[in-house]
């Protein structure tokens, strides 16, 4: 059974109404932190409408929550830390506050030897869950409130579609929509497979219906999401895959924007690249992660294609979508790289020229094949090789972004300027930041913009 039954979200539904009468007369706050992927937030997005539907006001400040939850993610040995140094924080709290509920759950708790530290490690800690357990979580809260005792939700398994349970959106007008869940790459290095289950599919009518009801709520920048959305509709019985499925998606009126991620370069079609081509709504801006430059290292790393196979997309996709952007993920450091190995990753850096890299440092995750392979690279390499790359990547920054310098571009506005209470800040297709004076822009809205100076990590402009 794949699917999680109408009457089980509909019993938590009503669990968490019982929760709201357990409250009845207190006003209580709840905070949910959230590490991670976008993902990641979309599921903090559905346990805030729990937490809503319950009675709580919902807080980002954990120092006026009752109800604590960290949405954790698993991907990086730091950001691991990072959560258990906070959860550790909390301990005083917990020892003079009987009524404070404090949670794990997301990637992190998804592993067993988390939970089992937790258990006895963080006994200030009174739920922790996994990614698969996420729909129950009224009852989980409900048991831990009523029972005073501490719960542990982590089920072993592929995992399930939950449909029908609620999302808070902060944002107005931006929405992220799951198109599935789980991974089946099984990339040497990653966790994810382990703790997000195998790919699973939303049936497309439900994916659609989402959407044109969030474009009936004025939203107008649609994000899909999955861990590779290529594979989207694999394990469907319905004839349809990703392209086709933003074929459908770029038909509801109301929706300016659509963007995704994330592709796999080993299954990425020519059909997907005509689609976004073709389809008016869908941005002209592609993140796909190459992790690597050496076919020796991408080999190790079980990601299925080698540098040239990465090229040629590259090339075709500048070729039907001129003037794209393009982003990608990369790993320095994984186990054995040598110098060797890196200058290649240097060199298909500067020849494919990414708007945006996003660079990490190898992090070893227990249970992953990569964890159990010789490392005899040092550190100190690995940060050298790490910082060579950033240079080389913010002068690539640096120059496109002064190429759009004197041209106009379309902005869909997202609010006022953090840094500059008189200016207005929102994104061109192509997901560049501009900060822009303007006197009639507004937010949710395009605003024909031209760009007059330019930064590393934006541009500056004015309204026309
Ligand atoms: N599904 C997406 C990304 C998932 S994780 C994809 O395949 O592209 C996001 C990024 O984290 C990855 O692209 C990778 O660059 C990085 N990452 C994953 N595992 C890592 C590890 N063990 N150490 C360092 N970076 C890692
Ligand atoms: Fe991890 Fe690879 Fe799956 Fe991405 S495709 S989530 S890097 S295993
Ligand atoms: Fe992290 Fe889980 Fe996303 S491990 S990157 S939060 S899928």
Known sequence: MKHV???????????????????????LSACVITYGCQQNENDSEKLKAYL????????????????????????????????????????????????????????????EEVAKKIKSKFRHVDMVFGTHSLHRFPEILYSVLKNRERKFDIVNCDGFIAEGVEQLREDKFRAWVSVMYGCNNFCSYCIVPYVRGRERSRAPEKIIEEVKDLASKGYKEITLLGQNVNSYGNDLDADIDFADLIREV???????????????????????IDAMAECEKVVPYLHLPFQSGSNRILDKMNRRYNREKYLSIIEKVKEKIPGIALSSDVIVGFPNET??????????????RFDTLFTFI???????????????????????????????????????????????????????????????????????????????????????????????????????
């Open 5 to 27: 039954s109408i009457n089980e979200i509909e019993k938590q539904k009503e669990i968490a109404y019982r929760v709201k009468e357990l409250n009845s007369g207190l006003s």
């Open 52 to 111: 809503s539907a319950m009675g709580y006001l919902l807080t980002d400040s954990p120092e006026d929550a009752k109800v604590i939850i960290f949405n954790t993610c698993a991907v990086r040995e730091g950001a691991e830390d990072r959560v258990l140094g906070n959860l550790g924080a909390l301990k005083h709290r917990k020892l003079k506050e009987d009524d404070l509920v404090i949670g794990i759950c997301g990637c992190m708790a998804q592993q």
């Open 250 to 272: 770029n038909k509801i009126d109301g929706i300016l924007r659509i963007k995704f991620m994330t592709s796999h370069p080993k299954d990425i079609s020519d059909k997907l």
């Open 339 to 352: 110098y060797e190995d890196f200058k290649e990753t240097l060199n298909l850096v500067e020849k494919v």
């Open 362 to 464: 190898y992090s070893k995750r227990p249970g992953t094949p990569a964890a159990e392979m010789e490392d005899g690279i040092t550190d100190a390499e690995k940060h050298k090789n790490f910082n060579e790359l950033l240079e080389l990547q913010n002068k690539i920054s640096r120059e496109i972004n002064d190429s759009y310098v004197g041209k106009e571009y379309e902005i869909l506005v997202e609010g006022i300027s953090k840094n500059n209470p008189d200016m207005m800040t929102g994104r061109t297709g192509t997901n560049k930041i501009v900060n822009f004076a303007s006197k009639t822009a507004s937010v949710g809205e395009l605003a024909r913009v031209k760009i007059t100076s330019a930064q590393t990590w934006a541009l500056i402009g004015e309204e026309i």
